[in-house]
């Protein structure tokens, strides 16, 4: 038997006689120390509850302050999380729908709603949750806080204003500057190590504090934008977002310095402008088990995309629902806002206030099923016809579940496309071994012929997967 480049990311290419590789909840993780296999396929987190907020609506943000407290927003409604999931309500906003922003100095914490263009505060102490009515605050979309000053975008402008010291009421007492290398709007911003990042659509550059003004950074304005403002995030050391500038946009970008880094593939590019909307895009940047992701969704295609900067490869995160029918309709993942808090990730639901623990070892979306697919790099000989004895998965066996219920006795289903990823046939399921069945083989035999071919599993068993490669009997 011969491999085949099987355990990778997602290329799938507007020409899908070029690659037609789906994958689908599964990421790629690169291996070291002479492991058996250079790069491997794991399951991605399941969603496992930890509350459900009041509100009637989505969630909307969630933050976690420098002094350890948690905080979510769902529809109208901002509550307080503590440790065990109990929540309890501090205020009510005037909006119910968008992302809501917040930042905090160890005093109070500032709430940024965007789409009512009003903000508030939230005094620790006290318990105080009220609307800024400076009339010098600029209602803005995004908050930032850097050397004890909020700051916060004025939108359709080419400004951004800061507060006074330690104080997000007061903003007559604070300052105000402009964009100084290209005339569009600023319509994101963010704190890198202490510099302050703002965007437009075409364009960003980088400030520096100094005691009472922001100056621009020499050499830091870029002409490449941001197209999607609720797009932009950041990890420890990067930031990333969906990108535009004068020629086009739907590239996905990530920081090199101060340089902007192209991280999105041709495939992935294509997929994206090929949505109808792409500016109402949602992302968010998490770290687990040595993986660094950025998580974008895009809400009008309903489907997510997760770059993870350790391996430089992409996958999709999709939620998948099953009506009174058993008809699978496909979403984007669940998790549109995310957090860290007590040693654990969080996501809040797009559909509902359902605050979730993003689990590596949950394999079900809050008891949902989740749907992992993988399909392969074309398969070919010269274009010769090519007579196929077996194909085999190199698979973590023996994972089932105790009982007699799903997961029991893991299944793994394979098809075939012989026209370059167009069509597939049938579906042949193989057993990937009840629990402790470490030795099972995973295997379909008398494969037929092909000159070119395409071999894709599927399985929705709740239970660890984890995919070595893929060998080929051929002749």
Avoid at 92 to 104: C, E, F, L, P, Q
Avoid at 220 to 247: H, I, M, Q, R
């Amino acid at each position: 038997m011969v491999p085949i480049p099987f355990a990778d990311g997602a290329y799938t290419s507007d020409s899908l006689n070029i690659s037609a590789q789906r994958c689908l909840n599964l990421y790629p993780e690169i291996n070291q120390y002479n492991s058996k296999a250079i790069v491997s396929l794991k399951s991605t987190p399941g969603l496992k509850l930890f509350t459900n907020l009041t509100g009637a609506g989505a969630m909307r943000g969630l933050y976690t302050t420098s002094n350890g407290r948690f905080f979510g927003v769902c529809a109208n409604k901002v509550s307080e999380i503590n440790s065990i999931g109990v929540a309890t309500v501090i205020g009510t906003i005037s909006s119910t729908s968008g992302i809501v922003r917040m930042s905090d100095n160890g005093i109070d914490m500032i709430l940024v709603d965007g789409d009512s263009g009003q903000g508030w505060t939230y005094t620790f102490s006290t318990g105080a949750f009220a609307q800024i009515t400076d009339s010098a605050y600029p209602g803005g979309t995004h908050v930032a806080f850097i050397n004890q000053r909020y700051l916060v975008n004025d939108p359709d402008t080419q400004q951004y204003y800061w507060s006074a010291l330690a104080d997000g009421t007061n903003w007559t007492g604070g300052g105000v500057a402009s964009a100084e290398s290209n005339p569009d709007n600023i319509n994101a911003l963010i704190a890198l190590g202490g510099e302050l990042w703002s965007f437009g659509p075409l364009s960003y550059e980088v400030a520096y504090n100094t005691e009472t003004i922001f100056t621009l950074i020499q050499g830091t304005p870029k002409d490449v934008g941001c197209f999607a403002p609720d797009s932009l995030a950041k990890s420890d050391s990067n930031v990333f977002w969906l990108g535009g500038d004068e020629n086009g946009h739907g590239v996905v970008h990530t920081n090199e310095g101060y340089q902007a880094r192209r991280i999105s593939t041709h495939a992935i590019e294509q997929i994206i402008q090929g949505y109808s909307k792409i500016d109402d895009a949602i992302g968010y940047c998490y770290q687990q088990l040595g993986h660094d992701f950025y998580v974008l969704s895009f809400p009008t295609a309903k489907t997510t995309w997760c770059y993870d900067a350790s391996t430089d490869r992409w996958h999709e995160r999709n939620y998948t629902a099953t009506d009174v029918n058993f008809v699978d309709t496909s979403f984007m993942h669940k998790g549109i806002v995310q957090e860290f808090f007590n040693g654990k990730v969080y996501v809040g639901d797009w559909g509902d206030g359902n605050i979730y623990e993003l689990d590596p070892k949950t394999y079900t979306d809050n008891g949902d099923a989740i749907h992992r697919e993988r399909s392969s790099p074309h398969v070919w000989n010269n274009l010769d016809r090519a007579f196929y004895g077996s194909f085999q998965l190199d698979v973590e066996s023996g994972v089932g579940l105790n009982g007699d219920g799903q997961g029991s006795n893991p299944q793994i289903m394979m098809d075939i496309s012989d026209d370059g990823g167009h069509t597939y046939g049938n579906e042949y399921w193989e057993s990937a071994g009840k629990l402790g069945e470490y030795k099972a083989r995973v295997k379909w035999d008398r494969l037929g012929a092909s000159r070119d071919r395409v071999f894709r599993v599927k399985m929705t068993d709740p239970v660890k997967w984890v995919i070595l490669g893929a060998y080929v009997e051929v002749e």
